[in-house]
């Protein structure tokens, strides 16, 4: 059975965002963000694994961990 989720592409997304925030380009890294989320959440709709869901979970709590800083920053 093949694994339809591509944690690489998360991964990748939430270093942009990180170095987006160093680099102080935060309404880019915002918007980022949002797209973020919105990936995560239909990751969630399709997840047919727990361990996929496990993982996921991990991501979302990074991205509430940023969207935090960001309401901080504002």
Request: net charge negative.
């Amino acid at each position: 059975m093949e694994n339809d989720i591509n944690f690489e592409i998360l991964k990748k997304d939430f270093q942009e965002i990180m170095d987006l925030i160093a680099s102080k380009n935060f309404q880019i890294a915002n918007e980022k963000l949002i797209h973020v989320e919105d990936k995560i959440n239909e990751m969630i709709d399709f997840a047919k694994k727990d361990s996929d869901l496990i993982a996921i979970s991990k991501y979302q709590i990074l991205l509430q961990q940023l969207q935090e800083q960001f309401q901080h920053l504002n």
